[in-house]
């Protein structure tokens, strides 16, 4: 029944425009993804954020990680100040290049500047 639920994930993926992605590479992607944002957190993130280190840690998918990018902003912004996490933030939304329906991918902002 996995087999199905990833198939039917990577295929509905394809038709939304992120390429041809297996539902294996799709899989490990996202742990690639879903470490280097636990990585990026810390021990001091996770010891006093539990809440949003258990919502990147049990993220279902790509997407639920992509919607984690803010709370896991607002920790890095607690721990190192708005200027580096935003940085850290920009290498996160980096690792999601494909993965995602065109409607998630971040659009350039006249803000960023």
Request: no cysteine; net charge neutral; charged share 25%.
């Amino acid at each position: 029944m996995h087999w199905l639920k990833t198939t039917l994930k990577s295929s509905f993926m394809a038709l939304l425009g992120s390429g041809d992605i297996t539902s294996s590479m799709l899989e490990d992607r996202t742990e690639d993804i879903r470490q280097f944002i636990l990585d990026e957190l810390g021990e001091f993130g996770e010891k006093h954020y539990p809440k949003v280190a258990r919502h990147v840690r049990y993220a279902q998918d790509a997407q639920g990680l992509w919607y984690a990018r803010g709370d896991v902003m607002a920790v890095l912004a607690a721990v190192h100040g708005e200027i580096i996490a935003r940085e850290k933030v920009g290498r996160i939304t980096d690792k999601f290049e494909g993965l995602l329906p065109r409607g998630l991918s971040s659009r350039p902002s006249s803000l960023t500047t």
